[in-house]
C-alpha cells in the first residue's frame, strides 16, 4: 500500500470502547481449605485451595499417543 506521495501507508487502529467486563471475585478474607494451611488467597482465585494444595489436573492432550513408560 502506498499513499500519493509514493511512502508507505501507515495502519492505524482503534482502541476499544464501551465497556469493559470485571474480573471475577470470590470473596475476600478467604484461606486455604486443607487443615492446617494458613494461606490467604486472592479474591480472583476460584479454588477453596492454595496452589500448594491444590488437587493435581492433567491437561486433555487430543491426538497424541502416549508411550507407557
Do not use: W
Not at 500448594?52 to 507407557?68: C, N, Q, S, W
Amino acid at each position: 500500500m502506498t499513499n500519493t506521495t509514493g511512502g508507505a501507508a501507515a495502519v492505524r487502529g482503534e482502541a476499544i470502547k464501551g465497556v469493559t467486563r470485571p474480573s471475577k471475585r470470590f470473596g475476600k478474607d478467604r484461606v486455604c481449605a486443607k487443615s492446617g494451611c494458613d494461606t490467604k488467597l486472592s479474591q480472583y482465585n476460584k479454588s477453596d485451595y492454595c496452589h500448594t494444595h491444590a488437587p493435581i489436573r492433567f491437561p486433555r492432550v487430543r491426538g497424541k499417543i502416549l508411550d507407557k513408560a
